[in-house]
């Protein structure tokens, strides 16, 4: 059982503030100074809350060093509680799962989510490992230099991929497994061909500019027409597009690119057969690009797994639907044995 009486931690690899640490990276500090500069000037009350919203989540970062590269993470809860760790997905950060965080320490559960190299404020790998194996790997050196006990582990989109290739390499360190907006997707060549090019394209040389120039509601009209089926608060919607600014060019690329293989898509299926740990995938019925009829399919393949399907839900679960995003962690989590 989860103990709620345990005292709430903000653990030990770096002092609280970041900047105590001497590992808290330029991009965090930059965007630290921004928030603070914006702070002293004359704001609209909801702009002032909004902006004191996220420096209360800056002055919780953390930074670790994992193979190489300086990781950002938030550690959230009791120091004994069940250890689950949250995976973003792809050029996403740690803040899109914001909502999520406290709901659960809350309730006993060490919730630790953490940036991707290359993504929010994590440093960009010099060596552009941005490979689902490479990112697994972090996750697995995470869990060391922390000292987690076997683990849950939740993950969005792209960091399912990842958090399967992790349980299906360390099945020791997982407990269990909960993928929003993921599926069995087929390979194709021609759409391996042409996808990654037009998602750098799309992100990397359009949304990226266009929200540095301040207009983040032409990325928010991009999510709501394509991605999402409900419509998320401007304060969401801005800690959103953050992570189109923090995410390195190169990881935006590579790991798209890295998606497009056939070996990688393939394994998806192989992996989950082999995992015995419960898991659970939740599909949003109107997901354009990580459809529930693939996400069912995959759970076919799993021994232990169950499938929910979200009504009028779409790829943005994380933003469009956060408080069904916590009842079904705590729902879940609790029947695991």
């Keep these: 059982m989860v103990s709620s009486s345990s005292p709430i931690r903000h653990p030990a690899v770096s002092e609280p503030g970041a900047t105590n640490s001497g590992l808290a990276t330029a991009k965090y500090r930059d965007y630290q100074s921004e928030v603070s500069a914006k702070l002293t000037g004359r704001l609209s009350v909801r702009e002032r809350r909004r902006l004191e919203s996220e420096q209360r989540l800056l002055t919780r970062a953390r930074f670790i060093e994992l193979n190489g590269v300086v990781h950002h993470y938030i550690d959230a809860g009791p120091i ?59 996750l697995y050196a995470l869990g060391e230099a922390l000292g987690l006990r076997p683990h849950h582990v939740a993950a969005f989109s792209l960091g399912a991929f990842i958090a399967l290739h992790y349980a299906d390499t360390h099945p020791e360190r997982v407990r269990s497994l909960v993928f929003f907006n993921f599926s069995l997707l087929t390979y194709n060549k021609l759409a391996s ?19 540095r120039r301040g207009l983040w509601w032409i990325p ?29 060019p190169e990881a935006v690329r590579v790991s798209a690119a890295q998606l497009a293989r056939r070996e990688v898509l393939e394994a998806v299926a192989t992996q989950m057969a082999r995992v015995t740990q419960p898991t ?12 529930p009829q693939g996400g069912r399919k995959l759970m076919q393949l799993a021994s232990n797994g169950q499938f929910l399907e979200v009504p009028r839900c779409g790829h943005l679960i994380l933003f469009e639907l956060p408080e069904q995003v916590i009842q079904i962690l705590r729902l879940f989590l609790r029947g695991v044995r």
């Design 80 to 138: 004994d509680g069940e250890p689950l760790v949250l995976v973003h997905g792809w050029d996403c950060s740690s803040y899109w799962w914001h909502h999520i965080v406290d709901p659960l320490a809350a309730v006993g559960y060490r919730v630790i989510c953490y940036d991707l190299k290359g993504h929010g404020f994590s440093a960009s790998d010099p060596a552009q490992d941005y490979t689902v194996a490479g990112f697994s790997e972090d």
């Design 193 to 211: 061909d042409l996808i990654p090019g037009m998602l750098d394209t799309v992100f990397n040389r359009i949304l990226r500019p266009i929200e």
């Design 220 to 248: 928010y009209i991009y999510a709501l027409a394509v991605l999402s089926k409900n419509t998320a608060p401007v304060s969401d919607v801005k800690l959103a597009t953050l992570s189109l600014r923090c995410c390195a």
């Design 280 to 291: 659970l995938l939740v599909a949003g019925s109107g997901d354009p690009i990580m459809r």
